[in-house]
């Protein structure tokens, strides 16, 4: 028994060693040396950082798919990665807004520190909660903007890792380059559109509705989770009934509820429009992406601007 015992420890070593080893080489650069490890908070931000980076870098999520992002906060495990990493990726403080506090309690003197957002001019939108305005985040949610994202990335993986610039530039440049095909599919679709509003659960698409010129009718504002009052869903319900519309939008992340009770009371049917805060389990299954779940969203749209 004994020796059975040994040798079952032994094979636990092995194993252990080996894996350990696995993860050590899928760290190194095809020179040898250790490559760029660059953590991200949430979906958009870990596969824009993807894209740029490919191999040249190893890349890190934060934030799991399936979990909604606005209301996350890090653990000690997080702060500890975040610090330990070289190149700190998030999209902005009205989104993340634990970055400030995080980043003011670890050392960051070796650490990139990247807002992916800044550049860019933020519109206004509201949040529930205080009923005050704020910044509204959703700026992924354009395919014009991301791209603008994708530059800011780029920049600051080529200052933290010189020598591999030209990589950098060439992923970004053909992850750019979908973007654009995918800011052709969307005007291409509203050029045809005989409607140009569109009422979701969610206030994410502000961003995507100003680039072509769509009007998002919100039923809650920025924050997913709180719910409008009973005198805001009667004035929706009025407003949705006047301009006929027949479908309304909820994401896959949180409660369709607040939809659903207002396409009950309007006779109208619901379908999903996906924020990309994180992919869903079904997302996952299917194998979609950022461009996949993008070209989705812009199907279900179809269905109220085109149809």
Request: net charge neutral.
């Amino acid at each position: 028994m004994k020796k059975y015992l040994s040798l079952f420890f032994i094979f636990i070593l092995l194993l252990s060693g080996c894996s350990t080893t696995v993860k050590t080489e899928e760290d190194k650069a095809s020179d040898g040396t250790k490559k760029l490890h660059i953590v991200t908070t949430f979906y958009p931000m870990y596969y824009f950082a993807q894209k740029v980076a490919g191999n040249t870098a190893k890349v890190d999520l934060l934030i799991p798919n399936g979990v909604e992002p606005h209301d996350w906060d890090p653990t000690a495990k997080d702060m500890a990665e975040i610090q330990d990493a070289d190149v700190f990726i998030y999209n902005s403080r009205y989104l993340e807004t634990w970055t400030e506090k995080v980043l003011n309690s670890i050392d960051q003197s070796n650490l990139k520190v990247v807002e992916a957002s800044k550049g860019i001019t933020l519109i206004n939108g509201l949040s529930e909660e205080n009923g005050k305005s704020t910044k509204d985040p959703h700026v992924w949610l354009s395919p014009v903007l991301a791209q603008k994202e994708v530059d800011t990335i780029m920049k600051a993986l080529e200052a933290k890792d010189p020598k591999n610039k030209e990589q950098y530039e060439k992923n970004a440049a053909a992850f750019k380059s979908q973007l654009g095909e995918l800011d052709q599919l969307y005007k291409d679709t509203v050029d045809k559109s005989k409607s140009k509003e569109f009422v979701t659960q969610h206030a994410a698409f502000g961003y995507l509705a100003k680039q072509y010129g769509l009007k998002q009718i919100p039923i809650a504002g920025l924050s997913p989770d709180v719910e409008p009052s009973l005198g805001k869903l009667a004035e929706l319900a009025d407003l949705v009934k006047k301009k006929n519309i027949k479908i309304i939008y909820f994401e896959g992340l949180t409660s369709a509820k607040v939809a659903k009770t207002l396409a009950n009371e309007v006779g109208a049917k619901t379908e999903v429009l996906n924020p990309l805060e994180g992919l869903t389990k079904e997302d996952q299954k299917k194998g979609l992406d950022y461009i996949g779940v993008m070209k989705k969203n812009l199907e279900s749209l179809k269905q109220t601007l085109v149809d």
